[in-house]
């Protein structure tokens, strides 16, 4: 028999946790119409898709962020409690 849409939407989900390197993690967020059009822009113009993109970006950030810190602050950082949802 065979699958739903739905059951093939829920398969894919499910393994995506343990995809790639260090698996991967849904994002679901609303932003402005101007940062979505920004975004659309900044990864046409870097030739790469906007997910590349922003991951990039935020890759980037976090380096620079870190590179800055002492061992302290830095401990500090990665010891940031988890966001709920």
Request: proline share 2%; charged share 30%.
């Amino acid at each position: 028999m065979a699958t739903t849409s739905a059951e093939r939407q829920r398969a894919y989900r499910a393994r995506r946790p343990c995809a790639g390197e260090n698996g991967e993690r849904r994002l679901q967020n609303w932003v402005s119409t101007a940062a979505a059009l920004a975004l659309g822009r900044l990864a046409r113009h870097a030739r790469i898709t906007r997910r590349a993109f922003l991951e990039k970006l935020l890759l980037d950030a976090d380096q620079v962020t870190t590179r800055a810190m002492s061992d302290e602050v830095f401990d500090q950082y990665f010891a940031l409690p988890r966001n709920k949802r």
